[in-house]
Structure formats: C-alpha cells, structure tokens
C-alpha cells in the first residue's frame, strides 16, 4: 500500500486503500456517554439509599432477631454443621433438633 503525497481525502478513500483508520471520535463519544450513564445510576442509587434511610428513620427499624446458635456438633464425628441441619453431612448421622431459647412472658 502506497500512500499518497497529499495524503487520503476521505474516510472511504483510505479504508479502499486498506489503510489503517483509527476511530477515535466513536471512542470518545461511548466514554463521555458510559460517564453519563454511570453518573445518573449514582443519583438515582443515592437518592434511593437515603430515602430508604428516611423511611427507617420515620418508621423504625426491625427488631433484631432472636439469637441463635451459628452451628452444631455431630456426637459421632464431632464436625460441625448448621444449627438447623437434621443430619450431619460428614456422617449422614441424625442430628438432634435445635432448641430454641424460651421466652419468659410476664
């Protein structure tokens, strides 16, 4: 490929001529537009976050939950599962069911 003294005219010219073309408008105009799009899911996400704040604040938040045991031991295996597995997955032995702390009510 031979380029020529004045250089290529037009874009058609030089991609005819099977010369490297660098698009780098399209380049530009995808980050100035994935920059708009990241700065509109930031607001909306913002104001979101702090209007679920506000409805906490006004109503209250949820009590937390009751404490329970993060997990059990198997008494053949002595590996440990989730407090509410029935059976132990090292073993395949039954696990005894998990109590639940009472409530005392007055």
Same mark, same amino acid.
């Given at each position: 490929m031979t380029v @020529? !003294?004045?250089?290529?005219q037009?874009?058609? %010219?030089a991609q005819e001529a099977? %010369?490297?073309t660098l698009y780098y408008g399209q380049f530009f105009n995808s980050c100035i537009t994935l920059l708009i799009v990241a700065i509109a899911m930031f607001a909306i996400i913002r104001s979101v976050n702090k209007l679920d704040q506000e409805l906490d604040e006004a109503f209250g938040e949820e009590p937390p @939950? @009751? !404490? !329970? @045991?993060a997990d =059990? =031991? #198997?008494?053949? #295996?002595?590996s440990t599962s989730h407090f509410k597995a029935i059976r132990c997955p090292h073993c395949t032995s039954e696990l005894t069911p998990p109590q639940r702390p009472t409530s005392q009510m007055e």
């Open positions: @020529p !003294e004045t250089g290529f037009t874009l058609q %010219a099977g %010369a490297v @939950p @009751p !404490e !329970e @045991p =059990k =031991k #198997c008494e053949y #295996c002595r």
